[in-house]
């Protein structure tokens, strides 16, 4: 057998997000310092490049995941991240926006190790912040020159607009006790899948693939995204704080109907009956009643099944991938990330 080159081995993840990282962000920052002043400082604090007075610091602005699975599409296709780089740039704006609001709606006050933006600077400029977010990445898009931009933009119109309906209904579950796991598990297609589907079809769009090729990613991302929800979900019972950024049990704190929750809820066992009576609750939980939802969940089969179901999406994530027929070494990493990304401590 003929030896590979060590230049064509395929990177690590933490390698390839590093690589994307230094290729988007100097783009991002530039498009940032477009907005307003006012958007602009609340956009930069999210995104941990200053404090809220802003003095610059080199903060931890998540592991952009999305950016990393366009450009690496792009590769996948035959493309560069070159040629990728306005779409990478356009989800993760996109992303932002829906975290930005996100953290209003489920009144979190901690993301990435530090105070949300609209506990610093207010519910109405982080959700401005947002928004000035979701219009920059159209504005990117479009002033990038390339050939299938107006197909881009209608892309991420698609994605914004289901992720928008998939928070709602995720909104709505909150005061209802008849959510099945069915519908649970189409809200997170909305909400999460949409994107990463997004991504990584944005990504092959501008990687210049076939319509075929396209599909095959975005299908991939469909999957990662609904195996990315449920390692989420059970992070937001079971994750560390200290690795997460988010406090203890936060998902409980607000009653969320996540799917670990739901399929504990739907399950029929006896320990549905008290988690249900937890939930039902109006008063706030205390610590030992927060830890005994948590064991409820895990009694009733939640945990197990969250974890299971995340293993079946993940297998067709990458079964989608192979069928896209993609450049090796970009396969090989997309297969890494997409395990890194699903299989975090929970």
């Known amino acids: 057998m003929i030896p590979i080159d060590v230049i064509s081995q395929p ?21 940032v310092d477009t907005l307003p002043t006012s958007m602009r400082r609340v956009a930069g604090y999210h995104y941990g490049w200053w404090d809220a007075d802003g003095t610059p610091r080199d903060g931890d602005a998540g592991k952009a995941i999305r950016p990393a699975l366009a450009a ?28 930005l609001h996100d953290d209003v709606m489920d009144r979190d006050v901690s993301r990435r190790h530090r105070p949300t933006a609209w506990t610093v600077f ?12 979701l219009t920059l990445a159209f504005d990117v898009l479009a002033g990038s020159g390339h050939a299938r931009a107006q197909d881009a933009m209608r892309m991420i ?27 649970c598990l189409s809200m997170a297609g909305e909400k999460t899948g949409a994107l990463l589907a997004c991504s990584t079809a944005i990504g092959a769009l501008y990687g210049g693939g076939t319509a075929e090729q396209v599909e095959h990613m975005r299908v ?29 049990h936060s998902d409980l704190v ?5 799917l670990p929750v739901v399929a504990a809820l739907t399950s029929g066992l006896p320990a ?45 994530a990458l079964a989608e991938l192979a069928q896209g ?9 997309l297969d890494t990330l997409a395990r890194m990304v699903t299989r975090r401590d929970h």
């Open 72 to 99: 690496l599409c792009a590769e996948a296709v035959g493309g560069s991240i070159v040629d990728a780089v306005p779409a990478a740039v356009a989800v993760e704006m996109v992303h932002n926006f829906s975290l």
């Open 157 to 183: 119109s698609s994605a914004v607009q289901d992720l928008v309906e998939g928070q709602c209904e995720d909104v709505s579950f909150e005061e209802r006790s008849d959510v099945d796991l069915s519908e």
């Open 220 to 248: 991939f991302g469909e999957h990662l995204g609904l195996a990315f929800q449920l390692v989420d979900d059970l992070l937001g019972i079971w994750g560390d704080p200290r690795v997460t950024g988010k406090s203890a």
């Open 254 to 258: 607000s009653r969320k109907k996540s």
């Open 272 to 316: 549905a009956d008290e988690l249900a009576a937890l939930y039902g609750r109006q008063d706030e939980l205390s610590e030992v009643e927060l830890a005994r939802a948590a064991e409820l969940v895990e009694l009733a089969g939640g945990r197990s099944w969250a974890q299971r179901e995340a293993v079946d999406q993940l297998d067709l």
């Open 325 to 333: 027929a993609p450049v090796a070494r970009a396969a090989a990493e």
């Open 11 to 31: 990177r690590s993840a933490r390698e390839v997000l590093a690589w994307s990282r230094g290729v988007v962000d100097p783009a991002m920052r530039a498009a």
């Open 122 to 133: 207010g519910i109405s400029s982080a959700i401005l912040a947002g928004d000035a977010l």
